[in-house]
């Protein structure tokens, strides 16, 4: 909008003031005069008219009528009134009519000249805080609905089949997961106990090509080679003490589909060779049968001991390692991905209150601090374990509570490398040593939640903006948080 283009009704002004005001608005606006009541918002429908500015007085032109009128049919013209008004006809302009401003009765064209720019300018104001104002608050809800969805992301966390992760090195792994199982290539999957090998296996098998055929599991943990061969490669009956009848075996049984091996690690060289000649060939012998039945199985094996270490010790045929190794999948221990704790232990809360029919609000943020402080040697089952028990502790509605955690959780206490921060903190004041510690537990924060400003904003009791503030005075960025 520009004053030049403005466009301003004179109405109801006596011929000689019409004149000299046309003369002198006419310089910088266009200018309408009218002189008859009825003509006035003939006009302005007509017109796309900014100011409208009627003589009050004439007794056969109701300035106050025409005012009244043109704010309900034309609201965006600001309305100016000049000449003497009584107590009441000023209460009526004001409340009726919403006159914008009143021009004295002896009036110079200078000082309405001046009135009617500054009118001007105020109501391009007007116009430009309401449109910034509607496009900052659309702007706001399509972030806040942007802020939620990230919220959303971070709370429940991606999910690859039964496997709930958000931090960056679950997310590649399960990445690579994925890739392999669009492969009939062997899969080998390391990790500790409890980190959820079997899971990823499923996970593989029902996004391949194989999903729709049957997945056998087979621990081979502490079993005899026999009983081992027979599982896995089925017997005839009297095979050996005990085979009463004819036993299929998982690979013919699961012949199109896969057969997860956990434990692989402990089976023996002999059972070693059988197992490579499988591989390689594709073919089982039952015992006590002379007759190889073909297979067509995919194998994934799995196993909580490094494979290359028992390699090097002679516990585990090179040969085999390198047929089962067509993928490599490494599940890291939960102690190096405390990001997963919070998603992995809220999906929990979510599945085992709804299996024994609780209904709990969610877990408190000194229980998830708790969890975070915790090394889990037994990884994401002995988290599934502490969580299975303080629900049966929590009341159905309430939180699941610190009070709730088991002893050796609820005692633990965050530890601070003193030395090393009386290092960073040698030779600057006490404001500089808070500042330090701060701009420390900030970034620390924001690290564990992948930069999810809202969630540690929460977490640290500041607002957003709060927060904000604090990351640019203490200048801090993501790549700090990967150093």
Known sequence: MDNEASTIVIAGFSAKDAVELNRFLGLHYSIHTVDSEADVLPVLDSEEVDLIICQHGRSDFDALKILRESRISHPETVRLIAGSLDRNSLKKAINEAAIYQFVPKEFSVEQIELLVRRTLENRELS??????????????????????????????????????????????????????????????????????????????????????????????????????????????????????????????????????????????????????????????????????????????????????????????????????????????????????????????????????????LGISPAVLEQLRLHDWPGNVRELETEIKRILAFTESGTFLSEEHLSVELRTLKPTIKTDKIQLELDGISLKEKVEHLEAKIILGTLKRLRWNQSRAASELGLSRVGLSNKIKRYKLNIEQSAA
């Open 127 to 360: 116009y430009r805080h309401r449109h910034l104002s509607r496009d900052f608050k659309i702007a706001e809800d399509v972030l806040r609905r942007h802020q939620k969805l990230a919220d959303q992301d971070v709370t429940e966390g991606a999910r690859f089949e039964q496997i709930v992760y958000c931090s960056p090195n679950m997310a590649t792994l399960c990445n690579a997961a994925k890739k392999a199982a669009n492969t009939n290539l062997p899969i080998l999957i390391q990790g500790e106990t409890g980190t959820g090998k079997e899971l990823m296996a499923r996970g593989i098998h029902y996004n391949s090509d194989r999903k729709n055929q049957p997945l056998m599991v087979q621990n081979c943990g502490g079993m005899s080679d026999e009983l081992l061969h027979s599982e896995l490669f089925g017997h005839k009956r009297g095979a050996f003490t005990g085979a009463v009848s004819d036993r299929l075996g998982l690979f013919p049984a699961a012949d199109g589909g896969t057969v997860f091996l956990d434990e692989i690690s402990s089976v023996s060289p002999t059972f070693q060779v059988s197992l490579l000649r499988f591989l390689q060939e594709g073919e089982v012998k039952p015992l006590g049968s002379d007759t190889t039945i073909k297979c067509d199985v995919r194998v994934i094996a799995a196993s909580n001991e490094s494979i290359e270490s028992l390699i090097n010790k002679g516990k585990f045929r090179k040969d085999l390692f390198y047929r089962l190794n067509g993928f490599q999948l490494n599940i890291p221990p939960l102690r190096k991905r405390k990001e997963d704790i919070d998603v992995l232990a809220e999906y929990m809360v979510k599945q085992f209150s709804a299996q024994s029919n609780r209904q709990v």
